[in-house]
Antibody, heavy 123, light 108 residues
Framework: QLQLQESGPGLVKPSETLSLTCTVSGGSISSTSYYWGWIRQPPGKGLEWIGSVYYSGSTYYNPSLKSRVTISVDTSKNQLSLKLSSVTAADTAVYYC???????????????WGRGTLVTVSS | EIVMTQSPATLSVSPGERATLSCRASQSVSSNLAWFQQKPGQAPRLLIYAASTRATGIPARFSGSGSGTEFTLTISSLQSEDFAVYYCQQYNNWPPWTFGQGTKVEIK
């Protein structure tokens, strides 16, 4: 059974870069049936899509975050990563990685999520 | 960007009763809509995709309907494990993929 596990620092200082990794186990990140995405949820609030990546490296980013976000894949390690630069307190959230169904060569809905990791931005 | 609006924000329902949750899109998303359930401290779980198709392992008491801009998630007979927050998400016009703000289903 495929699982996703997020990892990374739980505390990041303002203006620094948030870096997270998602490890995919029980399946291959190189599957042609899926994209892989990052979604975040500020405490007590709703869900915000950050970006998605295909194993080839093709990416889609949320326009509201695009200038600060980089998402990449490492197929040799079966991992995807997220980098968010110049963070502020508004970036404090639970960050989830999720599998995104690929249909007609395009990313569709998210069908499997990791458990998420809380990242707090504070000095 | 397509804005998804869910109503009500909170729904109080007794166990065994029916719950009806609404989701409205700011423009047509065809049938490209998913519903998720999220319990405290847990990741969202996919319930419904393509507006009305239940995901693997989802009980038949969960059903979805609608197309275009108006969608409904119905839980036919609420069980104790169904009290949670429910989100809709469109995947018709992107980026970005967008979510509603959620409906909390609480015990009456």
């Amino acid at each position: 059974q495929l699982q996703l596990q997020e990892s990374g620092p739980g505390l990041v200082k303002p203006s620094e870069t948030l870096s997270l990794t998602c490890t995919v186990s029980g399946g291959s990140i190189s599957s042609t049936s899926y994209y892989w995405g990052w979604i975040r949820q500020p405490p007590g609030k709703g869900l915000e899509w950050i970006g998605s990546v295909y194993y080839s490296g093709s990416t889609y980013y949320n326009p509201s975050l695009k200038s600060r976000v980089t998402i990449s894949v490492d197929t040799s390690k079966n991992q995807l990563s997220l980098k968010l630069s110049s963070v502020t307190a508004a970036d404090t959230a639970v960050y989830y990685c999720a599998r995104q169904v690929r249909y007609d060569s395009l990313p569709w809905h998210f069908d499997l999520w990791g458990r998420g990791t809380l990242v707090t931005v504070s000095s | 960007e397509i804005v998804m609006t869910q109503s009500p924000a909170t729904l109080s329902v007794s166990p065994g009763e029916r719950a009806t949750l609404s989701c409205r899109a700011s423009q047509s998303v065809s049938s490209n809509l998913a519903w998720f359930q999220q319990k405290p401290g847990q990741a969202p779980r996919l319930l419904i995709y393509a507006a009305s198709t239940r995901a693997t392992g989802i009980p038949a008491r969960f059903s979805g309907s609608g197309s275009g801009t108006e969608f409904t998630l119905t839980i036919s007979s609420l069980q104790s494990e169904d009290f949670a927050v429910y989100y809709c998400q469109q995947y018709n016009n992107w980026p970005p993929w967008t979510f509603g703000q959620g409906t909390k289903v609480e015990i009456k």
